[in-house]
């Protein structure tokens, strides 16, 4: 079992920033890959960004946040972050962030990649 609890959503005004922190907890020990997904209303959970926990930590992002977005972990204390910057209206969502125990599977910007979600935090962007 893996535990995730987020943190650090809130509400900022549009080109402003935000940095959320994700700590996970349990057999972290096993943990391949943690990615972050959003969830606007209305809409289908979307991928954000992802990062390994081995190879030298390679990233992946989501064509909509790439250059404002950056996913880093510091694994000495099994936390992931997301340093959002340059935020936009469209960035409104619920952030969740998720655990990949496996190590295989479908590509990481599927959601069904992933063992374990934490209970999102909202992030809301003011125009």
């Known amino acids: 079992q893996v535990q995730l609890l987020e943190s650090g959503g809130g509400l900022v005004q549009a080109g402003g920033s935000l940095r959320l922190s994700c700590a996970a907890s349990?057999?972290?020990?096993?943990?391949?890959?943690m990615g972050w997904f959003r969830q606007a209303p209305g809409k289908e959970r979307e991928f954000v960004a992802a990062?390994?926990?081995?190879?030298?930590?390679?990233?992946y992002y989501a064509e909509s946040v790439k250059g404002r977005f950056t996913i880093s972990r510091d694994n000495a204390k099994n936390t992931v972050f997301l340093q959002m910057n340059t935020l936009k209206p469209e960035d409104t969502a619920v952030y969740y962030c998720?655990?990949?125990?496996?190590?295989?599977?479908?590509?990481?910007?599927?959601?069904?990649?992933?063992?374990?979600w934490g209970q999102g935090t909202q992030v809301t962007v003011s125009s």
């Open positions: 990062i390994i926990s081995w190879s030298g930590g390679t990233t």
């Open positions: 349990g057999r972290t020990f096993r943990l391949y890959a």
């Open positions: 998720a655990a990949d125990l496996k190590g295989y599977g479908n590509p990481y910007y599927y959601a069904s990649r992933y063992d374990y």
